[in-house]
């Protein structure tokens, strides 16, 4: 235990003792500036009010969460009428499989360089050239338009790639979009990706889960999103598989990873999708980090390192191939 701070360095907060001292470190923050009281959210209609909200929270991704200087370079294209980030990691084949990328943030937060770091770091982590997403959202663009674009983007990408050298890529609010645009994809006669990678992913935004109540307490890095997701949902019911891709019918998904913590607040999507995939015949595998908050360790932690190799390893499965650029040095 040399080194590490107190489990109760935190007062009123008790950090685990079975991670790293980065983790450690990690959520050690997260607690001293956690608020006391969940965020008050705006009143439905008041628009203005939820725009200031969006720059306020973009502003701290793009201080806190953004990281510059990964070894990749950057393209923007419209494609299909949507902004898309085109990082390819150096080493990368420019005409090699893309991991199609989908940010985190609620389906709220996450628009324009915070979308570019997120593909840029997927681009890093898979070795692949990543396509980022820029999809538009609330309140100015609510459900379905997200989706639309994801899907319109998809459908540019197959015109370029055989569908089982493309990875679909989502964290988060990128996991529920991950998952709803395979069922929309199906549904409008499009094929499966080769791969797709969901990273406690909010794939049921009824937040039906048991982790919603039990990590609750937690989960330092998130709390519910209801608001958020009634303000997206824009009046459709939010079990519809659109919304809510866990209660859709997932027969035909391709080869899947799933990912979460056990103090995450989306501990029971990731485990509910996971067996829900399995009932379904899909081969997925889960991976459950110990003491992990939503969204990882802050990306310094051995854990987060040990999570970056399992997503590497199971894209190169995935596509068959062993030959993934590593632009990392000293990575795993």
């Known amino acids: 235990m040399t080194g590490r701070t107190s489990p109760d360095a935190v007062p009123g907060t008790v950090l685990p003792a079975s991670v790293s001292d980065e983790a450690r470190r990690y959520l050690a923050g997260l607690a001293a500036t956690r608020p006391a009281e969940p965020r008050a959210y705006p009143a439905p209609d008041d628009r203005a009010a939820w725009l200031r909200l969006v720059a306020e929270v973009d502003e701290w991704f ?33 005409d090699g499989p893309v991991a199609l990328d989908l940010h985190g943030g609620g389906l709220l937060y996450g628009a324009g360089e915070v979308c570019r770091a997120s593909a840029a770091s997927t681009a890093v982590t898979t070795g692949l050239v990543a396509w980022g997403v820029d999809y538009r959202m609330p309140p100015e663009h609510p459900y379905p338009a997200a989706l639309d674009d994801v899907v319109a983007v998809y459908r540019a990408l197959l015109a370029e790639r055989d569908p089982a050298r493309v990875v679909v890529c989502g964290g988060s609010a990128g996991g529920n979009l991950a998952a709803a645009l395979l069922l929309r994809a199906r549904d409008e006669g499009l094929p499966m990706p080769g791969a797709l990678v969901l990273l406690t992913p909010e794939v049921d935004l009824t937040e039906s889960g048991d982790s919603f ?79 992990m908050p939503h969204g990882g360790f802050g990306g310094d932690a051995p854990e987060d390192a040990e999570l970056d190799a399992e997503v590497r390893a199971f894209v190169g499965r995935a596509l068959g191939s062993s030959r993934l650029v590593d632009p990392r040095p000293g990575t795993p």
Do not use: C, I, K, W
Request: charged share 20%.
């Open 62 to 94: 793009r201080t806190v969460v953004v990281r510059d200087g990964l070894p990749v370079s950057t393209r923007e294209r419209d494609v299909a009428g949507v902004t898309t980030y085109v990082q390819r990691p150096e080493g990368a084949d420019p």
């Open 213 to 291: 109540v039990t990590n609750a307490p937690h989960d330092l890095a998130l709390a519910s999103l209801r608001e958020v997701n009634a303000l997206y949902a824009a009046g459709v019911d939010l079990a519809h598989p659109y919304l809510s891709p866990l209660f859709g019918d997932l027969a035909g998904f391709p080869p899947t990873l799933l990912q979460a913590g056990t103090r995450d607040l989306f501990l029971s999507n990731a485990v509910r999708m996971h067996r829900r995939l399995r009932a379904a015949g899909v081969a997925a595998e889960l991976h459950v980090f110990e003491g």
